[in-house]
């Protein structure tokens, strides 16, 4: 025996198929219900027929029904009010980054972009107009916005709560997809300028011999340690300070929670970046080593060697460098998170998104390694020459105080010797002068 009613039910023992409760609430609309209640169903039953028991209900509810109809109007109707007014707030809170993104996927007519979700809560609007002015039914209205069609089934899912935001209507999963790739593109951009960056901060740091990079032949532990460190730190400076930037002139708001998601996936990608990069180049070399070309400018292999060993290298040494920032970034963004168990996911699909950015990120480490590099050597080069003019500014000095000391001894002595030759020569004339006097007396 089946048993029709139109609300959560249990196991009674009543055949009261023509029973219509009226229940459902979705995105805020208050429940409403009319007719009998389970209780009265159950009541009527075993007043009757108190043998029968623990016969399966089906729910159903009829979906031509009126009070159903104008309940689910306004459950759809209130559900577009609210997804007008998220995404006017996902536009305002584009900044710099996020908003150049926008402007490109509309451009383009790219992905999930505004102009598609915009278009889509346009269309549910005019789709509800119709159902208003009796222009169209709404069975077909519902399956336009939603994308799927209103059975008993389909609304005892709606009494039940199943159904979100983002899932309820395409309008909403499209305004999902499209704020989730608005906050995304921002930490890509974030993770992957902190890893680049850290790598031109190592390398800064190696020429002034403050720190070396990850596999560098004969440097201490400590070197390295210094920076891996360096790199960590300066990952979690350059992630934060570009998510924070992002917030300037817009309505977006950077919170503390985002600031300690931030510092722990930047430190971790920028650690990782002198790392990919340092793993990245001893994959392309051992690919020119096994390949006979490891120095190509003295190689006597052939152009076609060359050319090949040269392809490779670079494809490997690309690879290495992507893959293993992608997968620091996967790693990183669900251990922020919390989402522990989806660490090896995470980690896989990243790296294989790394691999396929591989070209951006290894031309970022490329040029960040070489002017990180540069500028540290000149900053050494100026300190050389600058500690070089102290050092002979100061040889001078030294010098010069020694040769004036040496002067003035000079002109001392030079003056106690004409005094006394002086007074040798005042007294040999006084003596001359007493034996002439003697000698004419």
């Not at 007719?35 to 029968?52: I, K, L, P, R, T």
């Not at 759809?76 to 997804?83: R, T």
């Not at 003295?298 to 893959?323: E, F, H, M, P, Y």
Request: some cysteine; aromatic content about 6%.
């Amino acid at each position: 025996m089946v048993v029709i009613v139109t609300i959560k039910v249990r196991k009674v023992s009543y055949d009261y198929s023509k029973l219509n409760i009226n229940s459902i609430g979705v995105n805020g609309v208050s429940p409403t219900t009319s007719g009998a209640s389970v209780s009265e169903v159950e009541q009527n039953y075993f007043s009757s027929n108190q043998n029968s028991q623990n016969i399966d209900i089906e729910v159903k509810y009829d979906v031509e029904d009126e009070n159903i109809q104008n309940i689910i109007y306004e459950s759809l109707n209130s559900q577009i009010k609210e997804l007008e007014e998220q995404y006017n707030t996902a536009k305002s809170s584009n900044g710099w980054i996020s908003g150049t993104w926008d402007w490109f996927k509309n451009t383009l007519n790219l992905g999930a972009s505004s102009e598609k979700a915009y278009d889509e809560i346009e269309k549910a609007k005019e789709e509800l107009e119709k159902f208003e002015n009796k222009e169209a039914d709404l069975k077909d209205v519902y399956q336009n916005i939603t994308g799927r069609e209103l059975t008993s089934d389909e609304v005892e899912l709606l009494a039940n709560g199943s159904f979100t935001s983002k899932d309820y209507t395409l309008a909403g999963q499209k305004l999902y997809n499209y704020t989730q790739g608005q906050q995304m593109v921002v930490d890509i951009v974030g993770d992957i300028t902190s890893g680049v960056v850290s790598v031109g901060v190592v390398a800064f740091g190696s020429a002034l011999g403050i720190c070396a990079a990850p596999f560098t032949a004969g440097a201490s532990l400590s070197l390295v340690a210094a920076g891996v460190g360096l790199a960590a730190g300066s990952g979690a400076v350059v992630k934060t300070l570009i998510k924070a930037s992002d917030c300037i002139g817009n309505e977006k708001e950077y919170a503390l929670s985002d600031f300690g998601y931030d510092v722990v996936t930047g430190s971790i990608n920028g650690a990782m970046g002198p790392i990919s990069n340092a793993l990245g180049g001893a994959g392309g070399s051992a690919v020119m080593k096994a390949l006979g070309c490891e120095a190509l400018e003295t190689t006597t292999k052939s152009a076609l060697n060359q050319t090949v060993a040269r392809t490779l290298s670079k494809v490997v040494n690309c690879g290495i460098d992507g893959s293993l920032s992608g997968a620091a970034d996967g790693f990183s963004r669900a251990l922020a998170e919390g989402r522990f168990e989806d660490i090896p996911k995470d980690t896989f699909i990243s790296g294989i998104g790394g691999a396929v950015a591989s070209p951006l990120i290894h031309t970022g480490f490329d040029v960040a390694g070489k002017v990180g590099g540069g500028i540290g050597g000149e900053v050494l080069k100026l300190y050389s020459n600058f500690m070089g003019e102290t050092i002979s500014d100061e040889v001078v000095e030294v010098v010069s105080k020694e040769a004036s000391e040496a002067l003035q001894d000079e002109i001392v002595q030079q003056t106690v010797e004409e005094v006394e030759e002086q007074a040798t020569k005042e007294a040999s004339e006084a003596l001359q002068d007493e034996i002439v006097q003697q000698t004419v007396e």
